[in-house]
């Protein structure tokens, strides 16, 4: 899978502009959180320019390209939702190698070597767990199994 495919899946999970008060990330727009990011005007943001964010700020720092092409989205996908560093630890958990969150030759060549749909299974397993165990679970919960259940249905 390529940037612009995954980013085409990904805009269909995050949607639009959303202020809601229970969200941690606050103001968000395609996904794009004022929490994350600060300096950027939310509510006038545009397709390109988020597009661009992913790209940079997910798709390249966890080194898609060099992984899988079957595990690509789901890392990245972890990656918007959880954070870089946390998406990679995912990674790392799931091909037992030491998890400290950066993505290095270790972790390249487990992901290379490993089943890609036994990746998938067990980095999707570790998401879900994590995601139960937040205090947003039940305000959030069901859109985030549904997300993850909908990502493991089109590897």
Do not use: C
């Not at 606050?26 to 994350?36: D, H, L, M, P, V």
């Amino acid at each position: 899978m390529d940037f612009n495919t995954a980013f085409s899946i990904l805009i269909g999970h995050e949607g639009g502009y959303v202020n809601d008060p229970a969200d941690p990330g606050g103001e968000t727009k395609f996904g794009i959180s004022k929490r994350a990011y600060p300096d950027v005007d939310i509510a006038n943001l545009t397709i390109e320019q988020a597009q661009a964010i992913y790209k940079k700020d997910y798709w390249d720092a966890i080194e898609a390209d060099k992984l899988p092409d079957e595990v690509r989205f789901s890392i990245f996908d972890a990656a918007v939702n959880s954070g870089v560093t946390q998406a990679i630890k995912w990674l790392q958990q799931t091909v037992k190698v030491r998890d400290d969150g950066v993505i290095g030759p270790v972790t390249l060549n487990a992901a290379i070597y490993t089943n890609p749909y036994k990746i998938n299974g067990v980095y999707n397993g570790i998401r879900l767990r994590f995601m139960t165990s937040l205090p947003t679970f039940s305000n959030f919960g069901r859109g985030w199994s549904k997300r993850i259940a909908t990502n493991l249905i089109n590897v």
